[in-house]
């Protein structure tokens, strides 16, 4: 194992039944990232999350942490803590001793815990609140609570599962920054489980991109949004125009009975492909002054932006544009080739 591999996930399969939930997974993750695992409902993350927790365990493949495997090591041997969606604080005890259980546990003196937990509530901005009762708190500050509770014990690694889920979306963004921010002073890796594509998007180093089991990609955000693997990730992340096309030569692709500049390579001659652009990067104008031009079905406001659905010989096109304009009108596109991405042919 690399010397900055802090967890090796080695062909994981995870089967209930006749159900496969993970297939051949395999995965690194690296000391002091935040590594996002993304994707619907019932395709595997969370599952993948109890493996690396203990509180799942594999029909085949090995979970090696520090260069040990730890297959068979019980989740409290681990040096990894969770956080849940629920964030499941013990109600008959006030914001300093739910803080102090796990250390209280290890049986560190009185003065250690103290200053470990006083310490923790100050960098969740919760030094103050030792004395109220958990009930009394927003869901932010439950949920920081529960944040300072798992980290006092200084895991190497931490593991969330969806725990910004019940969070209103304005606390949610500004938690998925209080999150990112601790995550960097600590230094700790974290392993973040969503569906939430802009959350996945905004907080992580890498993210994992999972679909029936199987990972389909794994890279930057940047990566993942802007050159996606296959059609199900390019779908996944955001919108996206996905139109047939034949890769004509290098850095030429031809879609829409056009030929058009583009930055990919590597493909076969004549080999058919699809085409995919982001409808943000679409630029428009006149219709005689456009590459491609159509006539607009549908205008949508959607607060920053107006979503328009175009209609250019028999694809429709969704673009999004500051201005507005008017439904039935003609106009024109324009797409630059960095803004064209060129994925083979495959099944999701």
């Known amino acids: 194992m690399e010397k900055d591999i802090l967890i090796e996930l080695n062909n994981i399969t995870k089967k209930y039944d006749d159900n496969t939930v993970l297939e051949s997974l395999n995965l690194q993750v690296r000391r002091n990232e935040f590594i996002t695992l993304l994707g619907p409902s019932g395709c595997g993350k969370t599952t993948t999350l109890n493996i690396i927790a203990g509180f799942e365990t594999v029909d085949t493949g090995s979970i090696i942490f520090e260069d040990k495997v730890i297959n068979e090591v019980p ?7 969770t956080v849940f969606q ?38 969740v901005e919760l030094d103050g609140f030792e004395k109220r009762s958990t009930d009394s708190l927003s869901g932010g500050q439950q949920q920081r609570v529960a944040i300072a509770r798992a980290l006092v014990n200084e895991p190497k690694l931490l593991l969330l599962d969806e725990p910004l889920g019940a969070l209103d979306s304005k606390l949610r963004k500004e938690m998925q920054i209080e999150l990112k921010n601790i ?30 089991g199987k990972i389909q990609q794994i890279g930057t955000p940047e990566d993942i949004y802007n050159e996606p693997k296959n059609r199900f990730v390019a779908n996944f992340i955001g919108e996206s125009n996905i139109i ?18 583009c930055l990919d390579k590597g493909f076969n001659k004549d080999e058919k492909v699809e085409v995919v652009i982001r409808p943000e990067d679409i630029k428009i104008t006149e219709s005689n002054h456009g590459m491609l031009s159509g006539k607009i079905t549908s205008v949508v406001f959607r607060g ?45």
């Open 75 to 81: 989740p409290y041997k681990r040096q990894i803590n």
């Open 244 to 261: 047939d096309g034949v890769m004509e030569e290098d850095f030429k692709v031809h879609f829409q009975e056009k030929a058009f500049e």
């Open 183 to 212: 995550q960097k002073q600590l230094g700790i890796t974290f392993v973040f489980v969503t569906h939430d594509q802009e959350e996945a998007l905004t907080m992580s180093d890498t993210i994992v991109v999972m679909n029936k």
């Open 304 to 348: 920053v932006h107006y979503e328009m659905k175009v209609q250019i010989a028999n694809t429709e096109w969704v673009i999004h544009n500051t201005l507005h304009a008017q439904v039935g009108e003609n106009i024109g596109i324009n797409i630059f080739p960095n803004d064209i991405h060129i994925m083979r042919k495959a099944s999701e």
């Open 86 to 123: 629920k964030y499941a604080l013990f109600a008959h005890m006030n914001i300093y001793e739910n803080v102090a259980f796990g250390l209280r546990i290890k049986k560190l003196p009185e003065k250690e815990i103290k200053k470990k937990v006083q310490g923790m509530l100050k960098m």
